[in-house]
């Protein structure tokens, strides 16, 4: 986070406090010095004066130093009992024990008037104090200044930086009292400062010099430009305290402008040994310059004795708001503290109770805004040491349900990758982050979260990624073109960050009990309610997720989960030992021990709360998510394996494809690696055994030749049990909205009683009605589940080759149907059918129909119809 010191410069304040602290001081200080010696002065020259008196000199001396030297060119007592002097001198000497003993206080002016009776001094004229001037050396040098034949404030103003001079009128000294006041203007300099009050007094007795309206103070400081402007300033001796009512103070800077301090209250408290040792400011505290303010109700700052800060304090609804072309940020706090080092350089930064900055930043006046918020219960701000002058943010805490959310505006341009908008946040209990000086900006290095991370992401396309967990650390990338991540304070991957370059998430890891969801956007999103639609890791659904840790990778966009990981959407779950999910396009690939689940695989509309769940137990998986698409990898000696109920696929690949409702199963080598289970609900023992009753038909009644078969079957014989049918080949397919599956490279089928190969081969299933109707007794039907049902026919062809116990039967084409365990094998055209069998040799015909586990077999010698046959028949035979 760029977070801008310059608005919490909090010495503008301490440069206020100071200024006024200081003249008031010496104000003060001169009116006290003067009213004492002036109300000594008749006593000094003797109360019996009744006539004029030239050139009056008086000096006090204390074991041999001069204390004062009063001086006045004329005295002259008047009958009415008061006094005037004339052209009147005092100087006040210091008292040699200090590091002022070289310094004098003179006070002068045209004429002076004493009232005995009432205890009034008045000056009739003008008033002339010099404070701090540098001391004459030699008893006659104090007199000749005491007598100072130069009166005029040019001539005393002398180019010394301690010497401060006060010019008044109308000054009344009321003895009885002990206030001196005036009702004029008062101007005073001061180090190449000038001042200005209207109306003043002052308590003897208090201590209280109180400047009673229009107070300003300008001149150049330290180089730059400054005014003091108060409504009232008063200076409390005994509590050495300066107050100041509506103070604004203002100080140019050459490069940035006029920067302004304003109190509606400030009263600074002044050292014994001089200068400001705090200062407290209530009312409208504000502190504003070129970029912006910083507004609360009170403020304070202490200073050291070298007048430098050394700690500050805002507090009552803190607010800043800063707003330039490039940059507008606001932010409020309850409570803001600052630390200064002893050169009084900003170190450290406190902010507390509902703090909240919000900031907005762009390259340029063309660019689009990108925003950022941070809000937290307290935040900490630790500033690098260097340059004074250029105070550089290293660290910052943020506590209490601390978040920072950014957004990335739209990017327009050929060149850039990402074109929409983006947006962030990382949020926990606690965030801490360092920051590094980069493009001529700070910028964001890396991030630490402790307690209920949260890292939140929306890429330009519209996919959300939540993840949260224990602890969060992240790394950034600020300044500059973003080369890839998402912004954090800048742009999205490929895109321009705003500002003087973003600062962009490079990478970030979370750890601890990680939960996660992901909604990516899919491109092709199938219509409501649609038959046959379905959900499903990959199928466009959100997808959730827990781990025991998350690693993000900014530049790839990939989400890395390891530790007991589980993905799901609800209907589906994979988990793994690993598994990597693309934010852009919601894929995932799981590496390790991958376990997957799906209950929604069901046909129609209208889902069966009892169908069985599919299972997947695979080495690796990969979930494509826009194309529905699941594929599932084993490894050498551990094929995938899917199964439902009791069916089952097991290959070295299965593919899903699940908006089609289709899975491909495929081998990675050369033999018949793919093995698929299919129950036989449908048959009598095994695939529907008949008595060993040989039956014949000729070929004029092919309905006695059917019959024949009917009325072969063995009396009393077992009711329809479930039996496996094993199909091994190189590749299967499995559509569920046709229920059906091919093979092909290659087919073995495999059951209780027999065996049979081909080059390939479809195995049809029963359509939910029909599984409802041939459901074995005490079992509910799968209802269409994935996969389910019973077997109703196979149809294998190419080089049939099927081995029953006893007989070995050869063709081009068999089909079986399970409702009738029948079997019918046909050839190619002069290349019949033939079967082999161990008792009555070798039976050929135009086809043959048969069942395993009976003898029988129907030959017909030729189609219904058929011309160029001499005669078509039908053959029992019998053993």
């Known amino acids: 986070m760029n977070f801008s010191v310059e608005r919490l410069r909090i010495w503008l304040l301490v440069g206020a406090g100071l200024l006024v602290a200081v003249i008031g001081a010496f104000l ?70 200090g ?44 007199v000749e200044y005491a007598r100072g034949k130069e009166v005029t404030p040019s001539s005393h103003v002398h180019d010394d930086d301690h010497l401060i001079h006060v010019k008044t009128s109308g000054l009344v000294f009321l003895q009885k009292l002990g206030v001196a006041a005036t009702d004029q203007d008062l101007e005073f300099e001061f180090n190449g400062m000038t001042g200005h009050a209207h109306g003043a007094d002052f308590s003897s007795d208090t201590g209280l010099l109180v400047l009673q309206s229009a107070v ?179 660290d910052a805490k943020a506590a209490g349900d601390a978040k920072l959310t950014t957004l990335t505006p739209a990017v327009a341009g050929a060149k850039a990758r990402h074109t929409g908008a983006t947006s962030s946040a990382l949020s926990g209990d606690v965030l801490m982050a360092s920051f590094v000086q980069r493009d001529g900006g700070m910028h964001v290095k890396d991030v630490h979260g402790a307690g209920h991370t949260t890292l939140w992401r929306v890429s330009d396309t519209g996919a959300i990624a939540t993840s949260s967990g224990d602890a969060l650390d992240a790394t950034f990338r600020g300044g500059g073109v973003a080369r890839g991540g998402i912004g954090v304070a800048g742009g999205a991957k490929g895109s321009r960050s705003f500002g003087a370059g973003g600062d962009e998430i490079v990478t970030a890891v979370q750890q601890g009990h990680v939960v996660m969801t992901n909604k990516a956007v899919s491109k092709v999103t199938a219509a409501k309610g649609s038959a046959g639609a379905v959900t499903g890791l990959g199928s ?60 929604q695989l069901t046909q129609g509309a209208q889902t069966s709360s009892s169908a069985e769940v599919v299972h997947v137990l695979a080495a690796r998986g990969e979930l494509k998510h826009d194309a529905g698409l699941a594929l599932f990898y084993g490894v050498a000696g551990q094929p995938a394996r899917l199964w439902q109920g009791a069916s089952q696929v097991e290959a070295p690949v299965l593919q899903f494809e699940q908006k089609a409702r289709r899975m491909v199963a495929k081998a990675d080598g050369p033999g018949l690696e793919v093995h698929a289970v299919f129950v036989n609900a449908g048959s009598l023992d095994a695939l529907g055994a008949t008595s060993a009753t040989l039956t014949s038909a000729t070929s004029a009644n092919p309905t006695t030749a059917k019959g024949s ?92 080759d099927m081995v029953q116990p006893g007989r070995r039967a050869t ?69």
Do not use: C
Not at 569 to 587: F, I, K, L
């Open 28 to 97: 003060g200080y001169a009116h006290y010095r003067a009213h004492r010696f002036l109300t000594g002065l008749p006593g000094k020259m003797g109360m019996d004066i009744q006539q004029e008196t030239n050139a009056f000199t008086y000096s006090q001396s204390v074991k041999g130093k001069t204390i004062y030297t009063i001086h006045a060119a004329k005295a002259l007592k008047r009958k009415d009992g008061k006094v005037t002097l004339n052209d009147v001198g005092i100087v006040l000497y210091g008292r040699g024990d």
């Open 99 to 142: 590091s002022n003993s070289d310094r004098v206080d003179r006070i002068y002016g045209k004429e002076f008037e004493y009232d005995q009776t009432e205890g009034v001094v008045r000056a009739m004229g003008e008033v002339h104090i010099d404070l701090q001037a540098p001391a004459p050396v030699g008893a006659g040098a104090k």
């Open 216 to 394: 300003k103070v300008n001149g150049v400081k330290d180089g730059k430009p400054t005014v003091l402007t108060a409504s009232r300033a008063e200076l409390d001796r005994q509590r050495q305290q300066v107050l100041l009512s509506h103070a604004v103070y203002t100080v140019v800077e050459r490069d940035a402008g006029p920067r302004i301090a304003k109190g509606e209250r400030v009263t600074a408290y002044l050292r014994h040994e001089g200068g400001v040792d705090r200062a407290q400011a209530e009312g409208g505290v504000s502190l504003t310059d070129a970029g912006g303010t910083v507004s609360a109700q009170r403020g304070e700052v202490h200073l050291s004795a070298a007048n430098q800060p050394q700690a500050a304090t805002l507090a009552g609804d803190v607010r800043f708001a800063t707003e330039d072309p490039l940059r507008q940020a606001q932010g409020q706090a309850q409570e803001g503290r600052a630390a200064f080092d002893t050169a009084g350089t900003l170190q450290h930064v406190t902010m507390s109770g509902g703090v909240r900055v919000h900031e907005r930043t762009r390259g340029s006046a063309q660019d689009a805004w990108g925003e950022r918020d941070l809000t937290a219960q307290g935040l900490e701000l630790a500033m690098a040491s260097g340059d004074p002058k250029h105070v550089v943010l290293k």
């Open 540 to 599: 466009g659904g959100e997808q959730k997720a827990t781990a025991s840790r998350a690693s993000y990778d900014g530049a790839t966009e990939k989400m890395t989960l390891t530790g007991a990981v589980q993905v799901s959407d609800g209907d589906s779950m994979v988990s793994a030992d690993r598994v990597v999910m693309e934010q852009q396009t919601g894929n995932a690939m799981a590496d390790g021990a991958v376990k997957a689940s799906y209950s």
């Open 709 to 800: 078969v009917t009325q072969g079957k063995v009396a009393g014989a077992k009711r329809p049990v479930p039996v496996p049918v094993r199909v091994a080949s190189h590749e299967m397919t499995y559509s569920d909205l046709a229920r059906r599956a091919d093979f092909s490279g290659g087919v073995l089928v495999e059951d209780g009683v027999g065996t049979m190969r081909a080059l390939q081969a479809t195995v049809f299933l029963q359509a939910a009605a029909a599984a409802k109707t041939t459901k074995p007794p005490g079992k509910e039907a799968a209802s269409g589940a994935f996969l389910g049902g019973s077997v109703e026919r196979v149809v294998a062809s190419g080089r049939v």
């Open 811 to 879: 063709g081009e084409q068999v089909v079986y149907t399970a409702a009738d365990g029948l079997f019918v094998l046909t050839g190619l055209p002069g290349l019949p059918p033939r079967m082999m069998d161990e008792t009555r040799g070798q039976i050929t015909g135009a086809s043959m129909s048969f069942h395993a586990g009976d003898n029988g077999v129907v030959v017909a010698n030729g189609p219904d119809g058929a011309t160029g046959q001499r005669v078509r028949t039908v053959t029992r035979v019998k053993q």
